[in-house]
Nanobody, 119 residues
């Protein structure tokens, strides 16, 4: 089992920045990739970014490319999402996820953290 705990959400003005953190614990060795998803009110959950635990290859959704950056600190078992140039449409609950196979489904989810961007 893997436990994921997010932190770093909050209220920020448009154009501002936030950094989300996701600390993993438990069976860390089983993790192949971690990622971030978000869900805005009335909308479906959408992919934001992912990073491979080994090698650090990343992928970002088109909507956040050039503004958000996913990174990891293997020593701290933590993944970060640096969010710059935030827009009101980035307002959502951001959730961290982990999976045991790169091409597999997401196996573990955090509880989510609210990000609100005011105009």
């Amino acid at each position: 089992q893997v436990q994921l705990v997010e932190s770093g959400g909050g209220l920020v003005q448009a154009g501002g920045s936030l950094r989300l953190s996701c600390a993993a614990s438990g069976s860390i060795a089983s993790i192949a990739a971690m990622g971030w998803y978000r869900q805005a009110p009335g909308k479906e959950r959408e992919f934001v970014a992912l990073i491979l635990w080994s090698g650090g290859t990343t992928s970002h959704a088109e909507a956040v490319k050039g503004r958000f950056t996913i990174s990891r600190d293997n020593a701290k078992n933590t993944v970060y999402l640096q969010m710059n140039s935030l827009k009101p449409e980035d307002t959502a609950v951001y959730s961290c996820a982990a999976k045991r196979a790169v091409s597999g489904r997401w196996d573990y989810w955090g509880q989510g953290t609210q990000v609100t961007v005011s105009s």
